[in-house]
């Protein structure tokens, strides 16, 4: 499996950018998908995850709102709009992948089975 993300970039306070990750060795229309970040000193945070349909998609508190997660199963490839950047977004953005069901919304980043290499996005004051 392997999931490539890109779309990163630099970008002054208030502008926006559009990460893309695209999968190959799954069912990527059986996979749940996320996207997580990481900044500098801090551990890896959950910032949003998308149902297998595209139905569902919930968002940290810290994004809800001027990010927006999307996905097209026919290109096997999961997207994260940011807009309204902030500088405190600046950080490596990951995508995830798990290829089972869970009950409850995954997470944590020991849900997912499969990352992506990361993409730098860095947000300017």
């Known amino acids: 499996v392997q999931l490539q993300a890109s779309g990163g970039g630099l970008v002054q306070a208030g502008g926006s950018l559009r990460l893309s990750c695209a999968a190959s060795?799954?069912?990527?229309?059986?996979?749940?998908m996320g996207w997580f970040r990481q900044a500098p000193g801090k551990e890896r945070e959950f910032v949003a995850v998308?149902?297998?349909?595209?139905?569902?998609?919930p968002y940290s508190d810290s994004v809800k709102g001027r990010f927006t997660i999307s996905r097209d199963n026919a290109k096997k490839t999961v997207y994260l709009q940011m807009d309204s950047l902030k500088p405190e977004d600046t950080a490596i953005y990951y995508c995830?992948?798990?290829?089972?069901?869970?009950?409850?919304?995954?997470?944590?980043?020991?849900?997912?089975?499969?990352w992506g290499q990361g993409t730098q996005v860095t947000v300017s004051s």
């Open positions: 060795g799954l069912t990527f229309s059986r996979a749940t």
């Open positions: 998308i149902s297998r349909s595209g139905t569902s998609t």
């Open positions: 995830a992948a798990r290829s089972t069901i869970l009950t409850h919304v995954p997470i944590q980043t020991n849900e997912y089975h499969y």
